[in-house]
């Protein structure tokens, strides 16, 4: 989802007519923007992978010590992994849950794409 929001958002900056080279310079954005936030989340899914079907002694210790943490280290994690993206021409929604979550604009807000002419 947060790659179709970072695509829409950076398409949807481009001024018509669309040439091939706004589009190739919207790909190359979301590439530069998403390519670490989508290592570290294959990083951090195969270590969990791990901690989950490791075998041994030292897995069984790393499981029982990260199963058990306190709570406020728990929700402190649970935390940094909530994102709220939204569309850049879509107004943000105010949230209705009992603990608000900071909207995030993807890293293809934060820069355009060039338009030459």
Not at 71 to 83: E, F, H
Not at 93 to 113: H, L, N
């Amino acid at each position: 989802m947060l790659d179709a929001v970072c695509l829409v958002n950076l398409f949807h900056k481009l001024e018509s007519p669309f040439q091939l080279k706004d589009i190739t310079a919207a790909f190359e954005t979301y590439f530069e923007a998403r390519l670490p936030v989508t290592k570290a989340a294959i990083q951090a899914s195969a270590q969990t992978a791990n901690l989950i079907h490791g075998q041994g002694l030292a897995a069984d210790i790393m499981r029982k010590i990260v199963f058990n943490l306190p709570a406020w280290i728990q929700a402190a994690s649970i935390d940094k992994m909530q994102v709220r993206s939204f569309l850049d021409f879509l107004p943000i929604i105010p949230d209705r849950g009992s603990k608000p979550i900071p909207p995030t604009r993807p890293a293809s807000t934060k820069s355009s794409v060039p338009r030459e002419d």
